[in-house]
């Protein structure tokens, strides 16, 4: 039923009593009819889950399921109270169209749901797990993406309408069915404020994770904790964003609930298909971002700025490994996802938090079809015996299980450094695994870094030297002469890549890239790790 119908002071005179009372009934759930409910979300500086869903969807768009589900606690609240109280039981649900002016209408729908925290704290009521388990069954059959709003508090313990049928509460599909939605279409969850248990859990499914900077996500309360001996807490002492940030549950952190609604907007963009070429940047600028000296850093960030469309990367877990970027971005409005070593921490180094993030990224890309670009600059797989307390044996595995089972175009540019196994790793497995590598001039190769080489297949030799200067140049001659074996004009001669390039011809052979035709099979493992 259209809302501005249900929120419309006056009535035809010759509106029928049914339908009128049908309006009425509705209209107790709206924010206009719920004033005290709506000034204290104004209070936290926070907005309305209706306000959230208006802004989300294209204008008029979403139309709403169980918007007159009240809680089940029957017996123990009148009807006029859980229709005031209870409204939509606590969920906003339903199906909206979401960027449909940029990838047309046809692309645009999506399932919407959003717990109301003014409602029973956001909790989970039997009818808005039935509720869910309908929105999730529509998405499964109309293979459409999800946006999960999930501010709440985890189970509700007071619908007690249910307790002569139920008694463990646990034989509850709804966990089940979502989670086996991984995979089949993007799913994106947004919180603001307090997260906790099954509310977590949802939003620890998603495919990418937004949260506003004054967050708490947590697999429970403070109620459960203390319950279980571990002590007393304040809620926003558990799972804080700093927290949740840097060791990566949550992908993107945003300021407000606005900015994380353009973000989910933006970031579903990708998964709708191609939209009209955007900006493209001066190419030439790309030849001055890596300084001459080899041994300095540089930002990588804006390499991957520069061979995008203008305005169109996005970066998900920044906070987390910071030693690798993953984006995405678009070329000539094709998305594009992004793998990039960040020389800036680490020297781009791949330690077992850069590798499980590499590897998701793999495979939620992997698994909704969007092409990849991996812009290697890394000295390997970090070593020594705090890597190995790592389990970096088997974290870093996955970078090469993962990129062996890639069925999506991969494109390597070797922009600096390519040494060893997390060279290899970076681009699928070896270097004429992608679609095509190539390398820019500043690309150098080898088994491993220069310097480490020369200090293990020269040591005797150096050992012999007396120690200062006369060692010193030795040394350096010696990593200079490895370098010319491996820089890139030299390995290409050998057609070990594809070609060495100016910086400003990567976007055209990205371009070129994306452009071809290719008949790829479906991937046979269709869910991305939570991890």
Request: net charge negative; proline share 5%.
């Amino acid at each position: 039923m259209p809302e501005d119908l249900v929120e419309q002071e006056g009535r035809p005179e010759s509106l029928r009593p049914d339908l009128e009372a049908v309006i009425d009934q509705r209209r107790i759930g709206l924010d206009a009819a719920r004033p005290e409910a709506v000034e204290k979300r104004r209070k936290l500086g926070k907005r309305t889950a209706r306000e959230n869903v208006a802004d989300l969807c294209d204008p008029g768009s979403f139309i709403e399921y169980g918007a007159l589900t009240i809680a089940a606690q029957r017996s123990r609240k009148t009807l006029e109270e859980l229709q005031r109280d209870t409204a939509a039981d606590g969920l906003v649900s339903g199906i909206g169209e979401i960027n449909g002016t940029e990838v047309g209408r046809d692309k645009a729908r999506c399932v919407v749901l959003h717990y109301d925290y003014t409602v029973l704290a956001g909790t989970q009521g039997h009818q808005n797990h039935r509720k869910t388990d309908r929105m999730i069954e529509l998405a499964a059959a109309q293979k459409l993406p999800v946006v999960f709003f999930v501010e709440g508090g985890g189970g509700r313990p007071g619908d007690v309408d249910i307790s002569q049928v139920v008694a463990s509460w646990l034989e509850v599909p709804t966990f089940y069915e979502f989670a086996k939605l991984s995979g089949q279409v993007p799913l994106i969850g947004i919180n603001a404020g307090r997260c906790f248990a099954g509310n977590a859990a949802f939003f620890g499914c998603c495919d990418v994770t937004i949260a506003t900077r004054d967050s708490n996500v947590g697999m429970s309360g403070p109620a459960m904790i203390e319950a279980g001996g571990l002590g007393r807490f304040r809620p926003e002492d558990i799972g804080p964003i700093d927290v949740q940030s840097a060791n990566g549950v949550v992908d993107v952190v945003v300021d407000d609930e606005a900015q994380a609604v353009r973000v989910a907007r933006q970031y579903l963009s990708y998964f709708q298909g191609d939209i009209e070429a955007g900006a493209a940047p001066d190419q030439q600028r790309l030849r001055d971002l890596l300084p001459e000296n080899r041994r300095m850093s540089y930002d990588v960030r804006r390499v991957v700025e520069g061979l995008a469309d203008a305005g169109t990367m996005l970066e998900v877990r920044r906070g987390f490994a910071p030693n690798l970027v993953t984006a995405f971005i678009r070329i000539e409005g094709r998305a594009l996802g992004v793998l990039a070593n960040n020389p800036a921490h680490l020297a781009g180094a791949i330690d077992s938090a850069a590798a499980d993030k590499a590897a998701r990224f793999m495979q939620l890309c992997e698994a909704h079809r969007i092409p990849l670009l991996s812009l290697c600059d890394t000295p390997g797989i970090m070593v020594g015996p705090a890597a190995e307390k790592a389990a970096t044996v088997r974290h870093a595995s996955r970078l090469f299980i993962v990129g062996a089972n890639l069925t999506v175009p991969l494109f390597g540019i070797v922009l600096r450094k390519a040494y060893g196994l997390g060279a290899q790793a970076m681009l699928g497995g070896h270097l004429k695994r992608p679609q095509f590598t190539v390398a820019w001039p500043t690309g150098e190769f080898g088994p491993m870094g220069l310097e480490g080489a020369v200090k293990l297949g020269f040591r005797r030799e150096l050992d012999a030297l007396h120690e200062g200067a006369q060692r010193e140049q030795r040394f350096r001659q010696l990593v200079d002469q490895m370098y010319e074996q491996g820089k890139a004009a030299n390995v290409a001669t050998y057609f070990e890549i594809d070609d060495v390039i100016d910086p400003a011809e990567s976007r055209r052979w990205l371009v070129d890239g994306l452009r071809a035709k290719r008949d790829t099979p479906e991937p046979s493992r269709r869910f991305v790790d939570s991890w």
